[in-house]
């Protein structure tokens, strides 16, 4: 009887570990910056889905399926990462990158858009949408959300430079 009860505690209390574990940490990264050019020039500049490749330097994109259209599946750094666009507006789209089999999968999400502020300026907004669950602790969370929002905002600065320049 003792043995049962402990198995089963000792069931009920790895189950529940197991669990917590699976839960998703959703974050939810928003960044902007201001642009001194209407939405459309802007994203006439930064906007076509490989154009990635202008704004991240050093980072080649190569569309590998697809026409442009939802669906479309570009290649990042050599095939290391792959995306799939799944939305698309004429100032924005959204992607997310697919389950690669063996690696935890974030559900990593990113949209970009150029949002028309004044007939002559725009602001450009990225967010990243991320599950955080398979980090160690809370300061390996925060770590990995300052990290990506540093890399991001250094991507709007550079796509602000782009569209700005005469």
């Given at each position: 009887?003792?043995?049962?009860?402990?198995a089963?505690?000792?069931?009920?209390?790895?189950?529940?570990?197991?669990?917590?574990?699976?839960?998703?940490?959703?974050?939810?990264?928003?960044?902007?910056?201001?642009?001194?050019?209407?939405?459309?020039?802007?994203?006439?500049?930064?906007?076509?889905?490989?154009?990635?490749?202008?704004?991240?330097?050093?980072?080649?994109?190569?569309?590998?399926?697809?026409?442009?259209?939802?669906?479309?599946?570009?290649?990042?750094?050599?095939?290391?990462?792959?995306?799939?666009?799944?939305?698309?507006?004429?100032?924005?789209?959204?992607?997310?990158?697919?389950?690669?089999?063996?690696?935890?999968?974030?559900?990593?999400?990113?949209?970009?858009?150029?949002?028309?502020?004044?007939?002559?300026?725009?602001?450009?907004?990225?967010?990243?949408?991320?599950?955080?669950?398979?980090?160690?602790?809370?300061?390996?969370?925060?770590a990995?959300?300052?990290?990506?929002?540093?890399q991001?905002?250094?991507?709007?600065?550079?796509?602000?430079?782009?569209?700005?320049?005469?």
């Amino acid at each position: 009887m003792q043995r049962r009860l402990a198995a089963t505690l000792f069931a009920l209390a790895f189950g529940a570990t197991a669990h917590a574990a699976n839960v998703p940490e959703y974050v939810t990264i928003k960044m902007q910056i201001d642009v001194a050019k209407p939405a459309a020039e802007v994203w006439a500049k930064v906007g076509n889905y490989c154009d990635i490749g202008k704004w991240a330097k050093g980072l080649d994109c190569a569309i590998v399926s697809g026409d442009g259209g939802i669906g479309t599946v570009r290649s990042l750094g050599g095939g290391r990462i792959k995306e799939i666009l799944v939305g698309k507006t004429d100032l924005s789209y959204g992607y997310d990158q697919p389950v690669v089999e063996g690696k935890f999968y974030d559900q990593y999400h990113g949209y970009l858009e150029a949002k028309p502020v004044t007939a002559t300026t725009s602001k450009l907004l990225y967010t990243l949408m991320i599950d955080e669950s398979d980090k160690a602790d809370q300061a390996a969370k925060d770590a990995d959300v300052t990290r990506r929002r540093t890399q991001f905002e250094g991507l709007l600065k550079v796509m602000k430079e782009m569209a700005e320049a005469k």
